[in-house]
């Protein structure tokens, strides 16, 4: 009796791992740690009622990994999440109902106050994305940042 749920267990999780390797992302893909990597570091923190990124506007070449350092100084925990523009917004609609939810994604993490992170990015589309806070009321107090990849 045992040896069928064995099986059955076998091929679920066989299935599973195809489709995780496939994961895809707008903003290009995960990087590799052990490669050279550029290394940008964005702060995270609040200021006179509003919250934002330093620097909130970064630029790359097409094919250039980058080496996150995020760092939260802040008395709050906030996020980082690397996508378009829409997927960000339909993501922070998500988290108004879900407010609880934390990231720890190849393109996003979730930092608690005094807290640090590393992402390592592979930029490999062209075009226009944004890193933001999806915290409920983050990212319209200002959290909000800008990807051009050239």
């Given at each position: 009796?045992?040896?069928?749920?064995?099986?059955?267990?076998?091929?679920?999780?066989?299935?599973?791992a195809p489709a995780l390797a496939h994961e895809s992302f707008s903003a290009g893909e995960p990087?590799?740690?052990?490669?050279?990597?550029?290394?940008?570091?964005?702060?995270?923190?609040?200021?006179?009622?509003?919250?934002?990124?330093?620097?909130?506007?970064?630029?790359?070449?097409?094919?250039?990994?980058?080496?996150?350092?995020?760092?939260?100084?802040?008395?709050?925990?906030?996020?980082?999440?690397?996508?378009?523009?829409?997927?960000?917004?339909?993501?922070?609609?998500?988290?108004?109902?879900?407010?609880?939810?934390?990231?720890?994604?190849?393109?996003?993490?979730?930092?608690?106050?005094?807290?640090?992170?590393?992402?390592?990015?592979?930029?490999?589309?062209?075009?226009?994305?944004?890193?933001?806070?999806?915290?409920?009321?983050?990212?319209?107090?200002?959290?909000?940042?800008?990807?051009?990849?050239?």
């Amino acid at each position: 009796m045992k040896l069928p749920t064995v099986i059955l267990l076998l091929s679920t999780a066989t299935l599973a791992a195809p489709a995780l390797a496939h994961e895809s992302f707008s903003a290009g893909e995960p990087g590799n740690p052990k490669r050279p990597a550029k290394t940008v570091q964005i702060t995270m923190q609040e200021s006179d009622g509003k919250m934002l990124f330093s620097p909130d506007k970064i630029e790359v070449r097409q094919g250039e990994q980058i080496h996150f350092v995020l760092s939260n100084p802040g008395e709050l925990p906030h996020e980082f999440i690397l996508a378009s523009a829409k997927e960000n917004l339909e993501h922070a609609a998500m988290m108004q109902h879900h407010p609880g939810m934390e990231h720890n994604d190849p393109n996003g993490k979730r930092l608690q106050p005094k807290g640090t992170a590393d992402i390592f990015w592979r930029f490999s589309k062209k075009g226009e994305f944004e890193f933001a806070c999806l915290i409920p009321g983050h990212r319209e107090a200002g959290m909000l940042g800008k990807v051009t990849v050239k």
